[in-house]
């Protein structure tokens, strides 16, 4: 098993920064690919971000050139620094992970974190 947990959400005014973590622990030694994911209230969850244990990454669009995602993979934790926040990056933002980058991707991972809110203010 393995267990993810988020932390570093909080409020934030617009235009404003944070850095969200998601250590990982339990049986990780094969774990490819980790993400973040995001539910904004009324909404699915959607793709943010994912890093392969080779460093590539892959962005959704809404979010590309404002966040950036990391991995450190002594500590087993995975980070997200979201800049330039906007109102409509409130949301429950969720890592994920699987030894497959495209179950990351897709949303169809086997491990996820509980989340962690993030409001962005005007």
């Known amino acids: 098993q393995v267990q993810l947990v988020e932390s570093g959400g909080g409020l934030v005014q617009a235009g404003g920064s944070l850095r969200l973590s998601c250590a990982a622990s339990?049986?990780?030694?094969?774990?490819?690919?980790m993400g973040w994911y995001r539910q904004a209230p009324g909404k699915q969850r959607e793709f943010v971000a994912a890093?392969?244990?080779?460093?590539?990454?892959e962005y959704a669009d809404s979010v590309k050139g404002r966040f950036s995602i990391s991995r450190d993979n002594a500590k087993n934790t995975m980070y997200l620094q979201m800049n330039s926040l906007k109102l409509e990056d409130t949301a429950v933002y969720y890592c994920?992970?699987?030894?497959?980058?495209?179950?990351?991707?897709?949303?169809?991972?086997?491990?996820w974190g509980q989340g962690t809110q993030v409001t962005v203010s005007s």
């Open positions: 994920n992970a699987d030894y497959s980058s495209r179950a990351v991707v897709s949303g169809t991972a086997g491990f």
């Open positions: 890093a392969g244990w080779d460093g590539t990454t």
């Open positions: 339990g049986n990780i030694f094969s774990l490819n690919s």
